[in-house]
């Protein structure tokens, strides 16, 4: 049989069946979508394909799914480091955006985040930002799948001007890209602090009848939820259950601040977590109870957060340290074991997304999106679990070929749909142009 591509790899771990690890196996792809895994001899004689891929040492994953990410803020990675969450936010952070922000800014800063996100493996992220029209455009453009976040905040910003604007310009949003196959949509309300009850009772109804997630920052730090009693007399969960926020529609992202009785809720409810816990780490935010979570059967997902924060978009350090944390807070080494932490990276944040039947497990009928990762190189020997080392002992520069919806982005460690050095150029513009106006340099 005639196909266009085959992909001959010493493992494939498909995430689904769980913690499965085939040895010798192939990746037959056509059409975009993956046809059939099976053993490398069988494959040999069954296809003959357009592309042939020999990847002896490597072991093929499904795409990693970044559930949280600010993408342009890429072009402010670093520039405000060591702050508490609200003085990076309220001193530096937003009034750059208020001096910075605008397609521009969002198209190459996107641009240089989807490069470093294809680079390590990622072939599908959730955003939240300004201009998620620009967003969709960059991204689908580079091939790259994403969930563009339908931005709504209570205060002006270039983008829009008040809640029924951001509304409006979300549904606008949403109409744009209704056909893509790249590019889906989310509500995106910044956070309870941030959004009063009116127009997020306006986007429970709206996401009810599109039939989209909605993403949002919630509980992410002490003072959140001390700012929530303050100003509304509720805990800020508890005050989105009684707006109708807390269902299967929910990713809550970060969840530092939990009471038992809150994730007893929030498992009811059927939502999605999204864990992001080297940003919490550096914000000192605190601590996600994941094995908690987990063993509520909570659907926990993975995300970098942004650069600005991180300070890098990388999701397979991210798996690492969410893999040894979740084993500190619970006080278990048993807690969250690798095959979680994978699944996590993949599969459970294709849940949350709402397109677990397109992404996120290398499955027959599904998307071909498929991430190579060099498993030989000395660092990884001698190697006895693939999958064990994989999380615990494998960097982002070992991803060595990726393929979203069949089309080869990433070869041989060279982005194929974004010209890297344009990309340098335009991103050293931005650093003489930001940091100029740098607070911190005085």
């Not at 993956?34 to 490597?58: C, F, G, T």
């Not at 952070?93 to 990622?122: C, H, K, N, Q, Y």
């Not at 995300?303 to 340290?321: H, I, P, Q, V």
Request: glycine residues 8%; charged residues 20%.
């Amino acid at each position: 049989m005639n196909i266009d591509t085959l992909i001959h790899a010493r493992w494939v771990i498909p995430v689904e069946p769980h913690g499965e690890v085939l040895e010798y196996h192939s990746i037959a792809v056509h059409a975009g979508r993956i046809l059939a895994i099976l053993p490398s001899s069988e494959a040999r004689e069954s296809y003959q394909a357009a592309s042939e891929h020999e990847l002896h040492r490597h072991a093929l994953i499904p795409g990693l799914v970044n559930a949280h990410t600010h993408a342009a803020m890429s072009l402010l990675r670093g520039l405000a480091d060591d702050l508490p969450l609200m003085t990076w936010l309220n001193e530096h952070i937003w009034p750059a955006e208020r001096r910075w922000v605008s397609e521009e800014f969002v198209a190459d800063g996107t641009r240089l985040a989807v490069a470093e996100m294809l680079r390590g493996g990622v072939t599908c992220y959730n955003d939240m930002y300004f201009f998620p029209d620009v967003t969709g455009q960059v991204t689908a453009a580079a091939g790259m799948r994403a969930v563009v976040g339908l931005i709504l905040i209570d205060f002006p910003s270039a983008w829009a001007g008040n809640a029924d604007d951001y509304l409006q310009r979300g549904l606008a949003v949403h109409d744009q890209f209704r056909n893509d196959s790249l590019i889906t949509t989310a509500f995106a309300p910044h956070a309870p602090y941030s959004v009063s009850d009116a127009p997020l009772e306006r986007v429970r109804t709206l996401a009810d009848e599109l039939e989209i997630p909605i993403h949002m920052h919630v509980h992410e730090t002490r003072d959140e939820v001390k700012q929530g009693l303050a100003d509304f007399g509720n805990r800020p969960l508890r005050r989105l259950d009684e707006l109708g926020l807390l269902s299967p529609a929910l990713m809550a992202v970060h969840m530092t601040q939990l009471e038992d009785e809150e994730i007893e809720l929030f498992a009811s409810r059927g939502g999605s977590v999204v864990h992001c816990p080297e940003s919490n780490l550096k914000l000192a935010s605190g601590f996600c109870p994941v094995a908690q979570l987990l063993e509520a059967g909570i659907n926990v997902a993975l995300g970098t957060d942004g650069a600005a924060s991180n300070n890098d978009l990388d999701l397979l350090g991210e798996m690492r340290t969410a893999a040894l944390l979740a084993k500190g807070v619970a006080g278990s080494a048993s807690a969250l074991p690798a095959a979680d932490a994978l699944r996590m990276a993949t599969l459970n944040g294709a849940t949350a997304l709402g397109i677990a039947g397109e992404t996120g497990s290398l499955e027959p009928q599904k998307a071909a999106d498929i991430t190579a990762v060099d498993l030989g190189r000395v660092e990884n020997q001698p190697l006895y679990h693939p999958l064990s080392q994989l999380v615990y002992a494998t960097g982002r520069d070992q991803v060595s070929d990726v393929w979203v919806a069949g089309r080869q982005v990433v070869r041989e460690g060279r982005l194929t749909t974004i010209d890297e050095a344009e990309l340098g150029a335009r991103t050293r513009e931005w650093q003489e142009r930001i940091g100029r106006g740098d607070t911190l340099r005085g």
